[in-house]
């Protein structure tokens, strides 16, 4: 897909074959694509298929407009927890602030990969109001929680836990 114009690979987005899908977004993102932040927001909420809403959300991370944040947010509800961590890790990509309350819902997610994206997201966010939320994820049952959660609180207050 290195060969194709942006054109085509938004182009790509439409193919009903996922793999197609999901390699177009991966380019996409990593070409930092804007003008295919609105399809691959679309592929976010719509499609189907997990594998392609996961690449969906963190390429529009990676892509780093603003414009997808509504659609990362309203992902952090999907059903799969791939999908709600890379919505998480595409928000800390973003540093969007605007994104905290929707992502502090999240601190007691059943998914341990989604909890340590978001102890690294609010630690890439950086707001100290969030304190007392890493805090309480320092104290999580998952080591690899624990551990993301202590260096987001290091990284945003200069304290160890």
Do not use: H
Not at 11 to 16: F, G, N, R, S, Y
Not at 91 to 118: H, N, P, T, Y
Not at 121 to 128: A, K, N, P, S
């Amino acid at each position: 897909m290195d060969n194709l114009t942006i054109s085509q690979l938004i182009k790509a987005l439409e193919d009903p074959i996922p793999i197609i899908k999901t390699s177009a977004i991966q380019e996409l993102g990593k070409r930092k694509a804007k003008e295919a932040v609105q399809k691959i927001a679309e592929l976010l909420i719509k499609d189907e298929n997990s594998i392609v809403r996961d690449n969906a959300a963190y390429a529009l991370g990676e892509i780093g407009d603003k414009s997808g944040i509504p659609y990362l947010i309203k992902a952090l509800k999907d059903k799969d927890e791939w999908v709600r961590k890379s919505a998480v890790k595409a928000l800390g990509l973003l540093k969007a602030e605007e994104a905290l309350s929707a992502l502090l819902e999240l601190i007691d997610d059943e998914s341990q990969i989604v909890r340590k994206s978001l102890a690294r997201t609010l630690g890439q966010i950086g707001d100290r109001s969030i304190e007392p939320y890493l805090v309480k994820l320092c104290n999580d049952e998952s080591l690899i929680v624990k551990n993301q959660a202590k260096e987001a609180l290091k990284k945003i207050t200069g304290k160890n836990l």
